[in-house]
C-alpha cells in the first residue's frame, strides 16, 4: 500500500476530498479554488465529465444524450460564461419531434399537427378521452402513468408518453414515480396545448412559452469540463483520474479518511470534508465500518438505468433538421435519435453528420454485452425499418457505452434515498452528496452544479438545504414572461 498522501489544505488547514470529477465534482473543486481552499478530486475513469462528458472517435465527437446549456438559474449560467469564454459558446435553435406510425409530431406537443397527423377520427377519440379524465381523472397519479394520463387523457398517453417512457425506463409507466414527468412536462396539457394554437401570440402574455434556443459548446459539453479540469489544476486542486474510491473510514460521528484504487494501487488521503456525487448506494456501501443491514438494503433498493448510443456516420443530407427525434416506434428498440451536425457543426466533419442512436439498457444485458458490430447492425436495420435512413448510406459507426445514466425513479426510490439521508446526517455531516447519481435525483446539469455550489457554501459556514433544489417540479424548459416588480 503506498503511504498516505496528504492531500491539498485550505487556509483554515482543512483538507477536502471530492469524489467525481463530472460536472457536480468539478464545480465544487473550482469554487472551492477561487477562495483559495484547494481540493484533490479523485475519478474512477479516465476521462473528466461524467455524463455530461464529449466522447472523441478518428475525429467526430459525441454527446452523451443530448446536453443543452440552458437554465433559470442566473449564478449556473454565469459559472459557465466564467469557464468558457463567450465566443467558445453556439446559440443552437431547439428543435426536437416524434416519430409515431410514420408521421412527425411536434414536441412539446402542438395541438394542430398533432389531431392533424392523427386525423379527424382519431382526434376525436383523443379529444373525448381527455373530457373523461376531466370527469374521471385516474385515482392514482402519483405515477407516472396516472399523472401523464390525467394531463392529456389515456389515449394520448399511450400514443406519445408510454412507449417511449417504458423503452427509457425498462418497467411498465404505473411502476414508476410521477417525479420525473413533473419535471419533464408540467403545465404541459391537452387543454394548454389547444390554448396556445387558439390564441393570439399578441394574448398569450400569461402562457408560458418554452425555449426556443439555448446555448452550447462548440466542441460539445466535455469542452467545459476539460477547460474546468484545466482551472482547477491552475489554482493549486488535484485531479487523480483512474482513481476508484472503494472505502470512506469514519468514526466518532466524522468521515476522516478516503480510500481509493489507482495504477500505482492504493492511495489514502486523510479529510476533514467528503463531497461526492458517486452513486450513493456506492458510497453508502463503501463506508467502514459497514453501515446497518436495514442502511444497507436501503443502497441496494436504489436502481439505475444505462446507456448505449450507436454513432452512424451519413451524408449530411441524410439527417434531419432537428437535434434530435422521439422513436415511439414499439417494434425497434432504438429510442431516440441525435443529429450531431444539428448540435454543432465542430462535431463533425464537413460534408458529414453523425446520428446517434439511443438504447437504454441495463449493464450485463444482451444489448449492453453485444459486439460493436453486431449494435452498429442493429441500428442500422432499425432506422432502415423506420424508413429514416438507407442502410447503404451508412459510411462508419462507433458505439459508446455510459453506465449508471439515469437513477431510477421507481415506487421506492424517495423512501430508499430517505434511509441514506438520514443515516448520512446522523453518522458521517462531512459527507456532502452532489450531483445527479450521487443525491439518485434526476437533476440536470444546471441542478447538479447547483448543488455542489451551495454544498462548498455550506462548507465554508452557510446553512443551505441542498436537497431542496430541483424539488419546486418547474419543467425545466418553460421560459416565464417577466412581470413588473411589485413596489416596495
Known amino acids: 500500500m503506498n503511504p498516505a498522501e496528504p492531500p491539498h489544505r485550505d487556509p483554515d488547514g482543512e483538507r477536502t476530498v471530492i469524489i467525481g470529477a463530472g460536472p457536480a465534482g468539478l464545480t465544487a473543486a473550482y469554487q472551492l479554488g477561487k477562495s483559495g481552499r484547494a481540493a484533490t478530486v479523485l475519478e474512477a475513469d479516465d476521462i473528466v465529465g461524467g455524463i455530461s462528458r464529449t466522447v472523441v472517435r478518428d475525429g467526430w465527437r459525441f454527446d452523451i444524450g443530448g446536453h443543452r446549456f440552458f437554465t433559470k438559474v442566473r449564478v449556473v449560467s454565469d459559472l459557465w460564461h466564467e469557464i468558457l469564454d463567450d465566443d467558445d459558446f453556439l446559440v443552437r435553435p431547439r428543435m426536437s419531434r416524434i416519430f409515431y406510425q410514420g408521421r412527425f409530431y411536434d414536441y412539446p406537443l402542438r395541438a394542430g399537427n398533432a389531431l392533424r397527423n392523427l386525423g379527424v377520427v382519431e382526434a376525436v377519440r383523443c379529444v373525448l378521452s381527455y373530457v373523461w379524465v376531466r370527469i374521471r381523472p385516474p385515482a392514482d397519479q402519483s405515477t407516472f402513468e ?57 394574448n398569450q402574455k400569461d402562457i408560458t412559452s418554452l425555449i426556443e434556443e439555448f446555448e452550447y459548446p462548440r466542441y460539445g459539453p466535455g469542452m467545459m469540463w476539460e477547460r474546468c479540469h484545466e482551472k482547477v489544476l491552475a489554482q493549486g486542486g488535484d485531479v487523480r483520474l483512474e482513481h476508484r474510491v472503494t472505502r470512506i473510514e469514519h468514526s466518532g460521528g466524522r468521515a476522516h479518511t478516503v480510500v481509493a484504487e489507482s495504477p500505482d494501487g492504493e492511495l489514502t488521503l486523510p479529510a476533514d470534508h467528503v463531497i461526492s456525487s458517486m452513486p450513493i448506494s456506492h458510497l453508502l456501501r463503501a463506508m467502514h465500518p459497514p453501515v446497518p443491514d436495514e442502511v444497507d438494503a436501503a443502497a441496494d433498493g436504489l436502481r439505475f438505468r444505462d446507456f448505449i448510443t450507436v454513432a452512424l456516420v451519413v451524408p449530411e443530407e441524410d439527417g434531419f433538421p432537428d437535434n434530435w427525434i422521439y422513436i415511439h416506434a414499439p417494434d425497434v428498440d432504438v429510442g431516440r435519435v441525435q443529429n450531431f451536425g444539428r448540435w454543432s457543426p465542430y462535431l463533425v466533419k464537413d460534408g458529414r453528420t453523425c446520428l446517434g442512436l439511443e438504447y437504454f439498457v441495463n449493464e450485463g444485458d444482451d444489448l449492453w454485452n453485444a459486439d460493436d458490430t453486431d449494435l452498429i447492425a442493429k441500428g442500422s436495420r432499425e432506422m432502415a425499418r423506420l424508413g429514416l435512413l438507407e442502410a447503404s448510406r451508412i459510411e462508419a459507426g462507433y458505439v459508446v457505452r455510459m453506465p449508471k445514466a439515469y437513477p431510477m425513479y421507481d415506487g421506492d426510490y424517495k423512501a430508499h434515498v430517505a434511509v441514506l439521508r438520514s443515516w448520512l446526517e446522523a453518522n458521517t455531516p462531512n459527507v456532502h452528496p452532489v450531483g445527479r447519481n450521487g443525491m439518485h435525483r434526476y437533476n440536470n446539469q444546471d441542478h447538479s452544479m447547483l448543488t455542489a455550489m451551495l454544498v462548498v457554501e455550506n462548507i465554508q459556514g452557510a446553512d443551505h438545504d441542498v436537497w431542496q433544489v430541483n424539488v419546486e417540479e418547474d419543467y425545466h424548459e418553460e421560459i416565464r414572461p417577466r412581470r413588473p416588480a411589485a413596489s416596495g
Open 146 to 202: 396516472g399523472w401523464t394520463a390525467s394531463r392529456f387523457g389515456w389515449r394520448l398517453y399511450r400514443t406519445f408518453f408510454k412507449t417511449y417512457t417504458e423503452k427509457v425506463w425498462g418497467v411498465p409507466g404505473d411502476q414508476l414515480r410521477a417525479d420525473w414527468a413533473a419535471q419533464r412536462i408540467k403545465n404541459l396539457s391537452l387543454f394548454r396545448a389547444v390554448l396556445n394554437s387558439l390564441l393570439p401570440r399578441r
